[in-house]
């Protein structure tokens, strides 16, 4: 089973470069939790949250390294301007809903990931798969989760993390230190 997650890295190769670039993705675009993951990896308040509309970039310290985060908004109306950060990033990060069990939503985020993956910028860059909101009663666990996206035929090095960034936002840096950890170059 492979992980998958986009990022970048600003010096090629990866060896001892301390610059990366991460996108963070998900299905539906809003209320999902992107927002939120990245506010609290920056330390910043996680209240109030508003749609993100475009994209914005997010510059972090982390273990010595400057961390960008691209995150992409903006609903169905946005045009799919992911593709172009793609190339520009060293991994992925996308965000599913663990509260929200709709039939119809699991399958876009399903068919969303795997089209994503199978982008030709995508090859060998780390997939973070964060399940977020578990702390919602009823919410998907991580096998659910893991069967319902068939991330065992992704073909990318990939890490799906049960999560609730409200709830224990320490648990990011399980994941980050992953993405970091599974970048080849």
Known sequence: MGNRISTSITNFPFCGSTEVKFIILSIPSVGVGKTTIVRSLLGEDLTPVFPTMGYTLNTLNYQSRKITIIE????????????????????????????DRTQCLI????????????????????????VNKQDVPGA??????????NI??????????????????????????????????
Request: proline share 5%.
């Open 72 to 99: 992409i908004g903006g609903g169905s109306k946005l045009p799919p301007i992911y593709k172009y950060f793609f190339s520009e990033v060293q991994g992925f990060i996308f965000v599913v809903d663990a509260a």
């Open 107 to 130: 399958s876009e985020a399903k068919n969303l990931l795997h089209f994503y993956m199978q982008h030709e910028d995508v090859e060998r860059k780390p997939l973070l798969v964060l």
């Open 140 to 149: 998907m666990t991580t096998e659910e989760a893991t069967e319902y996206l």
């Open 152 to 185: 065992q035929s992704i073909r990318v090095p990939c890490l799906l993390l049960g999560t609730s960034v409200l709830q224990n936002p320490n648990g990011l840096c399980v994941g980050l230190d992953w993405l970091l950890n599974h970048i080849t170059y």
